[in-house]
């Protein structure tokens, strides 16, 4: 077994993987425990299947019986400059550094499957291979393999490459070695809960993903929380500020792997508004924003809009005041009202109420002043 675990980790590397681990396929009680009260307390908001997946989160051979061994695998996406400089630019669209090329799934999935098809081909073991959309505790078994440990922030921070870790998984029905557990090494810093816009990360080692630009942006698909709207900031998919701070960074170096860095300028937020949806599956058409659709999107860009202090935006925002999508219409009204002064304000609130029936649109129109 100790060949097969070597000449594993060797075809891994050739793959184009960067670290890889071993673990045994338990989770154990204190995790599991953990696990169910951020459940209870619906801090997973509308990811509903966090719920539904339970059972299998806790225990991977509810995932797959014959699962005697995980592999962890982690490929570096570290990007060439810290993304925390685009939160300056109030006019940029800011978009999570995992978003700026191919949607990594889509890459990570060929590799596994590439490996998949050697090891059945030379050692007849079947395997089955999973990336971050499978119901699997990865962080969890990363940090058991040894790949990484789980940060205050919630996310996987390893000593080499800091917080740019992409992990997927393999399943085997082998039992090889495993690693050692990674130790924590966040220490006293604090630095990821203390950027975090939006309070999300309410303390150590904890998130309320309610709270959490990157869940609202992505996963949530109604209108933004009041409270959090400023906080958001020019961000329009996802978020890194808690992972761009972190120490560890110092260490990584820029990924070498084309697919993950950005091929394109940074737009601006006028550009994507001026962006209808054709234009927008088209120019999103290999990029795993498309995932949110249109409207999502939309929304995102026309908040983003409204934190911008740019009156030119106002004149764009202006038009989606008669979107066919309550959710953009009052988007737009908050975002607009953000822009332009209080005599325009009467005279479109005087305009809107002739015509609008629906209740959250009009619940955003007297919220505003």
Known sequence: ????????????????????????????????????????????????????????????????????????????????QNPLILNKDKKTANISVYAKNIDYHQVIREKLGNFQK?????????????????????????????????????????????????????????????????????GICKKCIDICPTGALYKNYKIDARKCISYLTIEHKGPFPLSLRK?????????????????????????????????????????FLSMG????????????????????????????SGNSKSRKLSEKIYKFLNDDNPIIRGASIWSLFQLIGKNQKKRIKEKILKKEKNKYVLYELNITD
Not at 129 to 150: C, H, M, R
Request: proline residues 3%.
């Open 1 to 80: 077994m100790k060949n097969i675990k070597k000449n594993i980790t060797k075809k891994i590397k050739q793959l184009g993987f960067d670290v890889v681990g071993f673990t045994e396929p338990n989770v154990d009680k204190t995790t599991s425990k953990n696990y169910i009260k951020f459940l209870e307390k619906n801090h997973h908001g509308e990811m509903k299947w966090l719920e539904r997946h339970l059972e299998k989160k806790i225990n991977p051979k509810k995932i797959w019986n014959k699962v005697k061994t995980i592999v962890v695998l982690g490929i570096n996406y570290s990007p060439k």
């Open 118 to 186: 050697w090891l059945l081909e030379n050692f007849e073991i079947e395997s089955k291979s999973f990336v971050d959309t499978s119901p699997i505790l990865e962080k969890y078994f990363a940090q058991n393999a040894n790949i990484g440990w789980q940060g205050k922030h919630t996310n996987l921070v390893s000593k080499k490459y800091g917080s740019w870790l992409f992990l997927s998984e393999i399943f085997l029905p082998i039992e090889l070695e495993t690693n050692s557990y990674s130790s924590n090494n966040c």
């Open 231 to 271: 906080n958001i900031g020019n961000k329009i998919y996802g978020c890194d500020d808690c992972l761009a701070v972190c120490p560890w960074n110092k260490f990584s170096k820029t990924t070498q792997n084309k697919d993950f860095l950005s091929t394109k300028r940074e737009k601006t937020l006028d550009f």
């Open 277 to 304: 949806e054709k234009k927008f599956k088209k120019y999103f058409s290999k990029s795993p924003i498309l995932r949110i659709g249109w409207v999502s999107f939309l929304r995102n860009v026309i908040i983003a």
